[in-house]
């Protein structure tokens, strides 16, 4: 199954298939993740986030060429495509310069605080109610990657301010991607924000150009493609199903990134990703199996 067939899935269904598309997107950021740390050897953050931009733009538009769906990049809503694109590459940045900053656990502890504030907005955006069982499932979550981040409390105030405020613009690109879908295709909206994307940073990368290495350029190609495919499943997967529901999913990034550290790095598991991991687990899945049973998301206006 794939995006352009969430059409035709029954309503009933469309919770449990939102959950699949956002594991899946998870799963392939945390491949395009492990692609960014073995780029950043020879590479800068600008150079890595324009070429990964560019690539994910050529996937879309062959893909566009290929199926004759040019129609996709028609927007009823540019200003709003393009503002999304905007707050994209400034949560990126953000985030960015808060691992830079903090030691990586305690950035990445930061940003994924982003499903609180996708459930905090949930419903003065979107008026979609958010039960109080929701609610202390997801601080659960949240839990669980604080338990495996282990944080080690070495922070300065720019970079917890960073980190704050990627996860804050990380929930409004979600909740933007979630009223969106009213009108656009998935594709669309992965579209402008991957243009956005590609045209600040090129404007920048010939100020933080360093010369790239030809088995690093490959890895930027594959880092694009998987980039332009993760974003069409996470804008699918909010577009199907509730934010508060496929927002906590974003966790299961962690427990790939472990993974793929302990097979490509040697990194070993350490007793804080044992005891967190299930907390995560758990915690998404209990979200899951309640959405899934209660009334069908209303229908966006």
């Keep these: 199954m794939t995006p352009d067939t969430m059409t035709a899935v029954p309503q009933k269904s469309k919770v449990l298939v939102g959950a699949l598309y956002m594991t899946l997107a998870m799963f392939l950021f945390g491949i395009g993740n492990g692609l960014v740390k073995e780029t950043a050897q020879d ?13 994910a733009l050529a996937t879309l538009v062959v893909y566009m060429f290929v199926a004759k769906k040019f129609s996709l990049i028609k927007t009823h809503k540019l200003p709003q495509q393009l503002s ?3 707050i994209g590459f400034v949560s990126l940045c953000a985030m960015y310069y808060s691992f830079d900053v903090l ?14 504030f996708i459930t905090a907005l949930a419903y003065p955006l ?6 109080l ?16 981040a282990n944080p080690s409390g070495h922070v300065t105030f720019a970079g917890v301010s960073a980190g704050i405020l990627s996860a804050f613009l990380e929930a409004v690109i979600a909740i933007m991607a979630r009223k969106l879908s009213s009108t656009e295709h998935p594709i669309t909206t992965t579209f402008y924000h991957t243009l956005v994307l590609t045209v600040v940073a090129g404007a920048l990368v ?5 010369p790239i290495s030809l088995s690093s350029f490959v890895l930027l190609i594959v880092l694009g493609v998987l980039s332009a495919i993760g974003q069409v499943f996470m804008v699918s997967a909010y577009s199907m199903a509730p934010a508060a529901v496929v927002a906590p999913l974003l966790y299961t990034l962690m427990v790939w990134a472990a993974i793929l550290g302990y097979f490509r ?21 209990y979200i899951i199996y309640r959405e899934s049973r209660a009334a069908p998301p209303p229908t966006l206006q």
């Design 103 to 116: 030691p990586l656990t305690d950035g990445t502890a930061l940003v994924f605080a982003s499903p609180l």
């Design 84 to 86: 999304r694109g905007l």
């Design 126 to 131: 979107l008026k979609e109610h958010v039960e």
């Design 265 to 285: 790095w040697d990194e070993s598991f350490r007793i804080h990703l044992l005891v967190g991991a299930p907390i995560v687990i758990v915690s998404g899945v």
């Design 206 to 210: 010939p100020f933080f150009w360093n």
């Design 133 to 148: 069982k929701i609610w202390v499932a997801i601080f659960i979550g949240f839990a669980g990657v604080s338990i495996m």
């Design 43 to 55: 590479c800068t953050v600008t150079q890595i986030i324009f070429f990964r931009s560019l690539w």
